[in-house]
């Protein structure tokens, strides 16, 4: 279970960092938000390269996600995980349902 960041950098790719809640105040002291939406995801589902529709955390309640970074890397994120997306310029990321059960997400955009 952890926190993240994923992000545009200055290079125009999709990065990510892990964020200690100590070093987040925003995080830990309130975010204004616009809603919160549930999904499944079933397993084999693929979303190829795409940028983030808005500024939104995506926190994992069950199963595991397999982001592909345009930077390169991969990472697998599983239950309990909270990602800051922020990568809505570039060439984003990739999104997989990893392992044998389907994901679920709750969805919070920031407003």
Same mark, same amino acid.
Not at 1 to 6: L, N, Q, S
């Given at each position: 279970?952890? $926190?993240?960041?994923?992000y545009t950098g200055d290079d125009?790719?999709?990065?990510? @960092? /892990?964020? @200690?809640? /100590?070093? /987040? ?21 693929? &979303?190829?390269?795409?940028? +983030? ?9 069950? !199963?595991?996600? @397999?982001? !592909?970074?345009?930077? *390169? $890397?991969?990472? &697998?994120? *599983?239950? *309990?995980?909270?990602?800051? &997306? @922020?990568?809505?310029?570039?060439? !984003?990321?990739? $999104? !997989?349902?990893? *392992? ?7 969805? &919070?955009?920031? +407003?």
């Open positions: 279970m952890g $926190t993240y960041r994923m125009g790719e999709t990065h990510w @960092e /892990a964020v @200690e809640l /100590a070093d /987040a105040p925003s995080w830990t002291s309130g975010l204004d938000t616009v809603d919160i939406t549930f999904r499944e995801i079933p397993v084999g589902n693929f &979303v190829d390269w795409h940028p +983030a529709p808005r500024r939104q955390f995506v926190i994992i309640l069950s !199963g595991n996600l @397999e982001i !592909g970074f345009s930077d *390169g $890397t991969t990472k &697998v994120f *599983g239950p *309990g995980d909270a990602r800051l &997306v @922020e990568d809505t310029t570039g060439r !984003g990321h990739t $999104t !997989g349902v990893h *392992g044998d059960a389907p994901c679920v997400t709750a969805t &919070v955009p920031l +407003a």
